[in-house]
């Protein structure tokens, strides 16, 4: 079976399961009359009369005219665009012939315009070259005719202001070197090439600097596309990639219908605990993990897929006995007709996620069984403490820092309340230290708690580690959090264990101390409002460094708040505990120094996040 062959078949199959996954007639009616009297304000059985009205009038079947409707009222967004679609065709085009003639130079404007306009629309960093030739006909010099826009060069030109550029003039080292020579047999035999990695020494007017560089040369039309690619640059973004596959439980996987190869992630092997030496686990064997209580929804993102949407599905999958939670994304390149060639998707392990939520809304369930019961309250008050905001006993140690937590529930069990903590490694090397108060008390205040700190975790991992964009998202989570309503409190800190800055924000929250050499201050709240109050509140950064030995001090409201005194009567005990654990740096222990700290508000929670920058040696 030759390749096209394959991939008809291969298309076939797909198209197979994509028509099982189609709803019925009868289904797809009682969707469209629903959309229809939701969209209208009118009953169920009037909608249902006028599809059939309409199909009678059209001579059409009634399932077909539902069909018609659903598309109208519920439309679905592009995956790929013309642009994307050429840069396929072209990419699948077949290797030109041996004895292809030599090319010549661009014939009109209009070719490189289309070329411009195709590499505005795909990924990647890629130039095109055309040959400057002088009165014999000869190649005397390159000029760029198109450039991708998002190609910034070692001088730190970017990709427009690069076109119309000779070589000679912008990058003289590639004259007469193996890169200009690839270009010279490029355009002799009409075959595409790689060049590297070589080393490439750059030049300005203020440094030098070498850099080792991979080019691959593609001839297309008249002219020569070329992708850089930088070495460096290639194992920095492996290794980032690696790492966010770690924080976050995550894998990735594509599958080429054209040449039926698989390729795996390394966090992809994790997930499903197969040896990377097997090589990716076949489809029928990975499809045959699946629980079959969760084949509605699978095949509801089939049919999803062949509408040419994006796919992002939640099932359980069984691997050596144990049952995974699997999130999975997944999309397809496809050709002008709509046909997919290429499939690829993002996986995360979210079990000891929804094992959280799970065991929440367990927990949850009892208490409004139990509620009239003070004692059986605060047992599930404490489990749920446990099951949502675990508690380390020993302190946390982190790049630079050694941390550690206290929390203390209200004297009053149905008081339970929202506080919570985090404090972990940042996708990009950073620490992340935050605590919050949701307001309100009990389960409901828990379970918002539950789903910012899990938020944030997430966040922290795979998406960011800035202070104030950390909030920007809880904001917008809490806040779209209807019917709730719930607003929230947040203090979020990333510090950096290589120039040991501390950069924080806050949301309506009480500032952090910083205690250094037996003084302890309050830091300058920036601007922010309270999470949840506004759609768009714009949060403010501040920064400071730490010291060796100084511990900053993270903490909610519950410390210094009390029925009996003010707020600033409250820090007069917690800023002399700070001062006291400062004056004498490894006198006391952190653990020692939050027992000083805590102590039971009757009204509200407490938790406090305690970190000290370790000296250079290491943890002491």
Same mark, same amino acid.
């Given at each position: 079976?030759?390749?096209? !062959?394959?991939?008809? !078949?291969?298309?076939?199959?797909?198209?197979?399961?994509?028509?099982?996954?189609?709803?019925?007639?009868?289904?797809?009616?009682?969707?469209?009359?629903?959309?229809?009297?939701?969209?209208?304000?009118?009953?169920?059985?009037?909608?249902?009369?006028?599809?059939?009205?309409?199909?009678?009038?059209?001579?059409?079947?009634?399932?077909?005219?539902?069909?018609?409707?659903?598309?109208?009222?519920?439309?679905?967004?592009?995956?790929?665009?013309?642009?994307?679609?050429?840069?396929?065709?072209?990419?699948?085009?077949?290797?030109?012939?041996?004895?292809?003639?030599?090319?010549?130079?661009?014939?009109?404007?209009?070719?490189?315009?289309?070329?411009?306009?195709?590499?505005?629309?795909?990924?990647?960093?890629?130039?095109?070259?055309?040959?400057?030739?002088?009165?014999?006909?000869?190649?005397?010099?390159?000029?760029?005719?198109?450039?991708?826009?998002?190609?910034?060069?070692?001088?730190?030109?970017?990709?427009?202001?690069?076109?119309?550029?000779?070589?000679?003039?912008?990058?003289?080292?590639?004259?007469?070197?193996?890169?200009?020579?690839?270009?010279?047999?490029?355009?002799?035999?009409?075959?595409?090439?790689?060049?590297?990695?070589?080393? =490439?020494?750059?030049?300005?007017?203020?440094?030098?600097?070498?850099?080792?560089?991979?080019?691959?040369?593609?001839?297309?039309?008249?002219?020569?596309?070329?992708?850089?690619?930088?070495?460096?640059?290639?194992?920095?973004?492996?290794?980032?990639?690696?790492?966010?596959?770690?924080?976050?439980?995550?894998?990735?996987?594509?599958?080429?219908?054209?040449?039926?190869?698989?390729?795996?992630?390394?966090?992809? =092997?994790?997930?499903?605990?197969?040896?990377?030496?097997?090589?990716?686990?076949?489809?029928?064997?990975?499809?045959?993990?699946?629980?079959?209580?969760?084949?509605?929804?699978?095949?509801?993102?089939?049919?999803?897929?062949?509408?040419?949407?994006?796919?992002?599905?939640?099932?359980?999958?069984?691997?050596?006995?144990?049952?995974?939670?699997?999130?999975?994304?997944?999309?397809?390149?496809?050709?002008?007709?709509?046909?997919? *060639?290429?499939?690829?998707?993002?996986?995360?392990?979210?079990?000891?996620?929804?094992?959280?939520?799970?065991?929440?809304?367990?927990?949850?369930?009892?208490?409004? !069984?139990?509620?009239?019961?003070?004692?059986?309250?605060?047992?599930?008050?404490?489990?749920? !403490?446990?099951?949502?905001?675990?508690?380390?006993?020993?302190?946390?140690?982190?790049?630079?820092?050694?941390?550690?937590?206290? =929390?203390?529930?209200?004297?009053?069990?149905?008081?339970?309340?929202?506080?919570?903590?985090?404090?972990?490694?940042?996708?990009?090397?950073?620490?992340?230290?935050? *605590?919050?108060?949701?307001?309100?008390?009990?389960?409901?205040?828990?379970?918002?708690?539950?789903?910012?700190?899990?938020?944030?975790?997430?966040?922290?991992?795979?998406?960011?580690?800035?202070?104030?964009?950390?909030?920007? =998202?809880?904001?917008?989570?809490?806040?779209?959090?209807?019917?709730?309503?719930?607003?929230?409190?947040?203090?979020?800190?990333?510090?950096?264990?290589?120039?040991?800055?501390?950069?924080?924000?806050?949301?309506?929250?009480?500032?952090?101390?910083?205690?250094?050499?037996?003084?302890?201050?309050?830091?300058?709240?920036?601007?922010?409002?309270?999470?949840?109050?506004?759609?768009?509140?714009?949060?403010?950064?501040?920064?400071?460094?730490?010291?060796?030995?100084?511990?900053?001090?993270?903490?909610?409201?519950?410390?210094?708040?009390?029925?009996?005194?003010?707020?600033?009567?409250?820090?007069?005990?917690?800023?002399?505990?700070?001062?006291?654990?400062?004056?004498?740096?490894?006198?006391?222990?952190?653990?020692?120094?939050?027992?000083?700290?805590?102590?039971?508000?009757?009204?509200?929670?407490?938790?406090?996040?305690?970190?000290?920058?370790?000296?250079?040696?290491?943890?002491?």
């Amino acid at each position: 079976m030759d390749a096209q !062959q394959g991939y008809r !078949q291969r298309l076939a199959e797909l198209d197979a399961k994509i028509e099982q996954a189609r709803p019925r007639p009868d289904m797809v009616c009682e969707r469209a009359a629903g959309l229809l009297a939701g969209h209208i304000g009118c009953r169920i059985d009037e909608a249902h009369s006028h599809l059939r009205l309409l199909a009678a009038q059209q001579a059409t079947p009634v399932s077909r005219v539902a069909a018609d409707l659903i598309a109208a009222l519920e439309p679905t967004r592009p995956t790929s665009s013309h642009r994307l679609r050429e840069a396929t065709d072209a990419a699948l085009r077949e290797a030109p012939p041996a004895d292809r003639p030599p090319l010549t130079d661009p014939g009109t404007h209009g070719w490189t315009s289309a070329v411009q306009q195709v590499l505005d629309g795909v990924p990647g960093k890629h130039m095109l070259v055309v040959a400057v030739r002088d009165a014999a006909g000869d190649v005397v010099d390159y000029e760029l005719a198109a450039v991708s826009p998002n190609v910034v060069d070692l001088s730190g030109r970017i990709g427009p202001h690069l076109i119309g550029r000779r070589i000679s003039d912008i990058y003289p080292p590639v004259v007469g070197g193996p890169v200009w020579h690839a270009w010279a047999d490029a355009l002799a035999d009409g075959r595409a090439r790689t060049v590297g990695p070589f080393p =490439y020494l750059h030049r300005d007017a203020s440094h030098s600097s070498e850099h080792l560089l991979t080019v691959q040369v593609q001839p297309v039309g008249p002219g020569l596309l070329n992708s850089w690619i930088r070495q460096d640059e290639q194992t920095r973004l492996a290794e980032r990639i690696a790492q966010t596959e770690r924080l976050g439980n995550l894998g990735w996987g594509e599958w080429d219908l054209v040449t039926d190869a698989t390729v795996w992630s390394e966090g992809l =092997y994790r997930i499903y605990e197969r040896d990377p030496a097997d090589g990716p686990m076949p489809r029928a064997e990975s499809e045959a993990l699946g629980l079959p209580e969760d084949d509605p929804l699978r095949l509801e993102a089939a049919a999803a897929f062949g509408r040419g949407e994006t796919v992002d599905v939640t099932t359980r999958v069984r691997v050596n006995e144990q049952i995974k939670y699997l999130r999975a994304v997944v999309d397809a390149i496809r050709d002008t007709e709509g046909r997919p *060639v290429k499939i690829y998707g993002l996986v995360q392990d979210i079990t000891a996620r929804e094992a959280s939520r799970r065991k929440l809304a367990e927990v949850e369930r009892q208490l409004h !069984q139990q509620q009239e019961v003070l004692a059986a309250e605060h047992r599930l008050a404490a489990q749920l !403490q446990q099951i949502v905001l675990p508690i380390p006993q020993a302190p946390i140690d982190l790049p630079g820092l050694r941390a550690a937590v206290r =929390y203390l529930p209200a004297e009053q069990a149905s008081r339970v309340g929202g506080d919570w903590y985090h404090a972990a490694p940042a996708g990009d090397g950073g620490i992340i230290l935050a *605590v919050g108060d949701v307001a309100g008390h009990g389960v409901q205040a828990a379970a918002t708690m539950a789903q910012l700190r899990h938020a944030l975790a997430t966040l922290a991992a795979t998406t960011t580690s800035e202070p104030a964009v950390l909030l920007a =998202y809880l904001n917008r989570i809490i806040y779209s959090s209807e019917p709730t309503g719930d607003t929230a409190t947040a203090v979020v800190a990333r510090y950096d264990p290589a120039t040991h800055e501390l950069t924080w924000a806050q949301a309506g929250h009480p500032a952090p101390l910083l205690a250094r050499a037996g003084v302890t201050t309050e830091l300058t709240r920036p601007h922010g409002p309270l999470l949840g109050a506004v759609p768009d509140p714009g949060y403010a950064t501040a920064t400071t460094a730490l010291g060796e030995d100084d511990l900053l001090v993270l903490y909610t409201d519950g410390l210094v708040e009390h029925r009996s005194h003010s707020l600033a009567e409250g820090l007069v005990p917690v800023v002399a505990a700070l001062n006291r654990a400062t004056a004498c740096p490894g006198e006391q222990s952190l653990p020692g120094m939050l027992a000083d700290l805590h102590r039971a508000n009757p009204d509200d929670d407490t938790c406090v996040l305690a970190a000290r920058r370790l000296p250079a040696g290491g943890p002491s």
